[in-house]
């Protein structure tokens, strides 16, 4: 069975400007959340999508959002970029309201 | 204010010694907690768990202990082998909130 999949890899952008993200569960999954991983801060959460809806939101600003198709795929926007914005974007999928979730190998974002 | 704190940023231990991963928490919401192991450049990958009924959860070479009184988890990991050395993540769970703690790396040496 294929992991979760996160495109793209690598990323370097400018203030100012807006990302988007993707993630591909494993396949059968149908919850998806997204972490912020900085140095000294471990993983911050984002949100989590599950059946193409938002059900939980960690404490970030409005700049970052997200959305689930009806494939489970989830995407995460992140607009105006600030240089605080750099990190370490994780995706973690899990079935339903299971407690393991299966991470991807994440996506690191560089804002100049 | 961390909900999920690992105080040791880092820890070196010799191989085939045992290794003790600290975490503490806050909040007496949290049910059930987690274990994750990251590797340089891969996301992390889910070691082990423990609900908030039990006090110990073993799985071959790696153990959770739980202390409720003391708001306390821990890691064993017996015997302890190079390819143990990651970032270790500790994680908290109550209704639909995860809450990871800062990680502590692991370093064992041959």
Known sequence: KAGVTQTPRYLIKTRGQQVTLSCSPISGHRSVSWYQQTPGQGLQFLFEYFSETQRNKGNFPGRFSGRQFSNSRSEMNVSTLELGDSALYLCASSFDRTYEQYFGPGTRLTVT | DQQVKQNSPSLSVQEGRISILNCDYTNSMFDYFLWYKKYPAEGPTFLISI????????????????????????????????????????????????????????????
């Open chain 2, 51 to 110: 609900s908030s009924i039990k006090d110990k959860n073993e799985d071959g070479r790696f153990t959770v202990f739980l202390n409720k009184s003391a708001k306390h988890l821990s890691l064993h990991i017996v015997p302890s082998q190079p390819g143990d050395s990651a970032v270790y993540f500790c994680a908290a769970y109550y209704g639909q909130n995860f809450v990871f703690g800062p990680g502590t790396r692991l370093s064992v040496l041959p």
